[in-house]
């Protein structure tokens, strides 16, 4: 249910004038999502919609298609062309918000919808535009108490999930019986839909050189698990309904009883500098300091880099977790991405720094949630050493 109170909390508390949304021919989801705007309606004109921190909200639509904005509260003025339409901006918005809010950012381009002519467009009107960013990770990107909830219960289900790919693994390796990455994931996905969850897209199950690529996909059966080849797991799901929030893992394996010294020491490593990433967020949450995704993936990153391993990372050590797997709420990033947002309460998001080399690959991935000011890990454990046979 559109819930313009939280809208206005959220521009309050991140004190700006107002927050536009806006779409054309249906290009910004974003904005449609969020207003809950039916993307079947006909849509061959730009609609805006402004939201201030308090007092009703001003609807410009045109007059072909004056109903699209019906189901929002606020003020309706009708444009029929660009004269009428600058009008309004100048007359009835300018003077209660010079400064908006707008889908936009230069480093998290995934919240960029706004166009660079409609973006010109209002600064000749006089108005200054900022980065939404902010106010979407406050309104869409942190959890509710019933979100945690569900979070929590679909990490449970994970950790069994792998546990059970696990065993799967281990019996046909046990008895000589042929096993493919494709098998491993259809188990996965059979999983899912005998307990009522939801994923976007196909678990990784990668052996061997394929573990080097965090985004492999078996083609087909894919390939045949051989002994002695590293395996990694990665699933993600959630629950049904609008509180559903998903939970993410990555756990890694090896088909076999004895580890060279070489998985050892990249899999310790990547445990610690996983575990060293947890107690820095903690001690900034137990002193009251203020963290921001871009300073945790920096501290990971600087650790993994000191090791020797800086040329093994591919990708930031953690993406925001919501209602979507990747988020519209703080990420772990300050390479490709930076994310200079805060760890709010609220915040969900994975914590999985990952090493990736030409023969094999090995990703830890665990969930972590910030609530009443403390740090909580999703699921009973981490993994702390690797699954063998």
């Known amino acids: 249910m559109f819930d313009l109170a939280a ?35 006909k849509n061959t004109r730009p609609w805006f919609y402004i939201v201030y921190p308090e007092g009703s909200p001003i609807k410009i639509v045109h007059a072909i298609e004056k109903n699209i904005l019906d189901s929002l509260p606020g003020i309706t003025f009708l444009y029929d062309g660009q004269e009428r339409l600058l009008q309004f901006f100048k007359k009835e918005v300018l003077p209660r ?9 230069s480093a998290i381009r995934i919240l960029s919808f706004l166009d660079h002519g409609t973006a010109r467009m209002l600064e000749e009107c006089g108005f200054t535009l900022c980065s939404a960013a902010a106010l979407i990770q406050r309104f869409r ?43 491993v994931q259809q188990h996965i996905l059979k999983e899912f839909e005998r307990r009522k969850l939801l994923t976007h897209s196909f678990p990784i199950v990668a052996c061997g050189p394929h573990s080097g690529n965090p985004h492999y996909s078996p083609q087909g059966k894919g390939s045949l698990l051989e002994p ?30 004895n580890l060279g010294p070489s998985l050892q020491r990249v899999f310790s490593v990547l445990t610690e500098a996983r575990d060293r990433t947890i107690r820095f967020i903690q001690q900034k949450l ?104």
């Open 286 to 389: 137990e002193t009251g300091e203020v963290v921001s995704g871009k300073e945790v993936d920096a501290f990971c990153r600087s650790f993994l880099t000191e090791a020797g391993f800086g040329h093994a990372l591919k990708h930031r050590t953690g993406h925001g977790i919501d209602r979507e797997l990747h988020g519209f709420g703080v990420n772990l990033d300050s390479v490709e991405f930076p994310d200079d947002r805060l760890i709010l309460n609220g915040s969900c998001f994975s914590i999985e720094p990952g090493l990736y080399f030409e023969e094999f690959g090995m990703r830890t991935e665990v969930n972590a949630y910030v609530w009443e000011g403390q740090l909580h890990l999703s699921g009973p454990y981490r993994q702390t050493a690797l699954l063998t046979l």
């Open 228 to 257: 002695d080849q590293v395996i990694q797991l990665d699933l993600w799901a959630k629950e049904e309904g609008e509180s559903g929030a998903y939970a993410d893992i990555s756990w890694v394996g090896f088909t076999g009883i």
């Open 141 to 183: 990107g942190t959890l509710t108490e019933e979100m945690v909830e569900s979070h929590k219960r679909a990490a449970a289900h994970l950790y069994e999930i792998v546990e059970g790919a696990w065993n799967l693994i281990s019996t046909h390796m046990a008895q000589g019986f042929p096993l493919y990455e494709g098998d």
């Open 7 to 41: 809208i206005q909390r959220a521009i309050r508390l991140e004190k700006v004038g107002g927050w536009l949304f806006s779409s054309f021919q249906h290009r910004d989801s974003l904005s449609e999502s969020i207003l809950e705007i039916d993307r079947s309606s």
């Open 97 to 105: 918000a010079q400064q908006l809010a707008c889908q936009f950012s």
